[in-house]
């Protein structure tokens, strides 16, 4: 059975602190795995990452993937309240020609100022 | 470009009733995935529709349905409603052979 594992499962920090979230998976003809953000309403994309230690980049926010040890980490830094969200982390795997995707359980975030 | 909407938003129905949720993907899209999210549990993948075709199915009994027209829009039941069918219902699509899933705002389904 396919698996994703997030942890922390929640954390407070400070703003202007540095945070690590972690996902590791087990899933079979692995695809990429997706970030995403979630704040009251619908998840929004973050990163796709398909290929091993190559860092994807956007703003504060860094995420890299290692195939070998099957994880990704998600980091943010200088953290902002805004940043406060579960953030999700997804696999997508190749499935009979068609991709699935399976969920983590989200890391809920809570920057206090 | 419009996203993905789903209606209802929110609605409350007690035990024993029935259910049916609807979503229009973003324009282009077609395929379409419907995920359960609890506090617990997290995003439970439901099933996904393709061409009015049910592609994948996760593990969730016979009282969840869905379909899909050919306009790609679709919809889900959900029949003999439980206590612990109260849930944030969430329908994503996408373009075609990709995992970016863009999903809409949900249907908050109460159950009394």
């Known amino acids: 059975e396919d698996k994703v594992v997030q942890s922390p499962l929640s954390l407070v920090v400070h703003e202007g602190d540095t945070v690590t979230l972690n996902c590791s998976y087990e899933v079979t003809n692995f695809r990429s795995l997706l970030w995403y953000k979630q704040e009251k309403k619908a998840p929004t994309f973050l990163f796709m990452l398909?290929?091993?230690?190559i860092e994807k980049k956007s703003g504060r926010l860094s995420s890299i993937l290692d195939k070998k040890e099957l994880f990704s980490i998600l980091n943010i830094t200088a953290t902002q309240t805004g940043d406060s969200a579960v953030y999700l982390c997804a696999v997508e795997k190749n499935s009979g020609g068609y991709q699935k995707v399976t969920f983590g359980t989200g890391t809920k975030l809570q920057v206090i100022p | 470009k419009a996203g993905v909407t789903q209606t209802p938003r929110y609605l409350i129905k007690t035990r024993g009733q029935q259910v049916t949720l609807s979503c229009s993907p973003i324009s282009g899209h077609r395929s379409v995935s419907w995920y359960q999210q609890t506090p617990g549990q997290g995003l439970q993948f439901l099933f996904e529709y393709f061409s009015e075709t049910q592609r994948n199915k996760g593990n969730f009994p016979g009282r969840f349905s869905g379909r899909q027209f050919s306009n790609s829009r679709s919809e889900m039941n959900v029949s003999t409603l439980e206590l612990g069918d109260s849930a944030l219902y969430l329908c994503?699509?996408?373009?075609?052979?990709?995992?970016?899933?863009?999903f809409g705002e949900g249907s908050r389904l109460t159950v009394l």
């Open positions: 994503a699509s996408s373009k075609p052979n990709t995992g970016e899933l863009f």
């Open positions: 398909t290929s091993s230690g």
